[in-house]
């Protein structure tokens, strides 16, 4: 199951402007340290943010509803509970 299986079109939308906008960000600054990396993907992150929060505005409606976000954390949950079990039941590869 994909996390994006469980998002709203503008959910989907504000992903990608966040990804988008991250990376040209990333291209532009070309960082070179952990923390540089984090301040362009928090700059890539506050502009979906600003975008989300202007749609929200416009429209009187929140883009991520309770409904929305139940569902994304039954997906996260469903995955790490698969994550733990895949590494309980595959053989280590380095032994």
Known sequence: MNLRDNMSTLELVLNMLVEATTTEISKRKEPETFAENIEIARAGGKVAGDARKAVETQTGV?????QNAAQ?????TDMIKGVVSDGIDKPDADK
Request: hydrophobic letters at 50%.
């Open 62 to 66: 929140p883009v991520i509803t309770s």
């Open 72 to 76: 994304l954390n039954q997906v996260v």
